[in-house]
């Protein structure tokens, strides 16, 4: 006598299984390796996916593996918008395809992100969209082991062969202090911090590829410390007692806390932002984008990262490990200029004549 499972919702691939009376390993040979699998056994099990009008679920074989309808986001921090937005979008597409997205924050912590995915291995999630500030070779590689993929957002691995949605960053810097220079910046001072990040690293590379298409401009680097807002607050104090003749005159933070920090020091000296030095911000925070001087700053498309590490996700565990070639999809960056470059006439011209734009895809 065949058992056949109870039916509370859509065929599965159990009752495939149970209607032509083979295993779930040769259902799942017939829909993924159909050569395995003798003509009239495959046969009699596509006729009962016929008969059952069973679909395929993309997350089917993570599922099979006694895994939940869900699938895990480690995010550097939700202090920054950036990762808030990736949240966002991670959730509305993972929610579309029917799966639930457990969110943790690691606080830039290396320890607590491996606690983290510790964590929600035995949550037994599906896989695992990771957006780290540095290298986790060790931490991902113990994941996959257990069977969970692992999609970065945000970083491109370069110990580890896997899925990765990123921004171009130096394609964000460069476009940053491209604008400074078309606003008669000469002098440009780099206020940065911590470069073993990746994001900061690239960042770099493309204020120095601005720089080198531009004999006339001079390159400052300002050592912030940190990347949050005491490092600019201390930097942005430096930069105001430094001699007028010698003081930078157009500054780019890596990131925005960073140059909004330097934005406040600037104007409690007296000095003027953006009539003395103009200031650009480079990663879209939310945070800088009021104020008394609105931060020019990168898009970054957070959202947009989040539903396209979904994507890489869902098409990673659709397939057999064995044939999965890892990817990488770049988004592309848009300046959005505000008061703090263009003062506030200007920023309202550059508003009205600004549409939005989605961001170009790439893939490598």
Known sequence: MVHVPRRDGPPSVHHVAARAGVSLATVSNVLNHPERVADATAARVRAAITDLGYTPNRNARALASGSTRAIGLVVMSLRNSLFSDMVNGAQLAARERGLTLLI????????????????LESARVSGILLAPMTQSREQVETTRRH????????????????????????QAAFLATEHLIERGCRRIGFVSARAELQPVERRRAGVLRAVATHPE??????????IDPPGGTDAGARIAAMPADERPDGILGVTDLLAMAVVSE?????IRVPEDIPVSGCDHNSVAWGGAVPLTSVTMHGSEMGAAAVELMLAELDEDPAEHVHRTMVLGSELVPRESTLGRAGAAEAAARTAPSDPRRTEA
Not at 217 to 226: Q, Y
Not at 266 to 270: E, H, I, K, Q, Y
């Open 266 to 270: 600037l104007r409690a000296a007296g």
């Open 147 to 170: 069977g969970r993929p692992v999609v970065y957002v945000n970083f491109e691995p370069t110990e580890v062969d896997a899925c990765s949605v990123v921004v171009d960053n130096e």
């Open 217 to 226: 401009v001079t390159l400052v680097d300002i050592d912030a410390g940190d």
């Open 104 to 119: 943790t924050s690691s606080e830039d912590d290396l320890q607590a992100q491996g606690e983290h995915l510790a964590f």
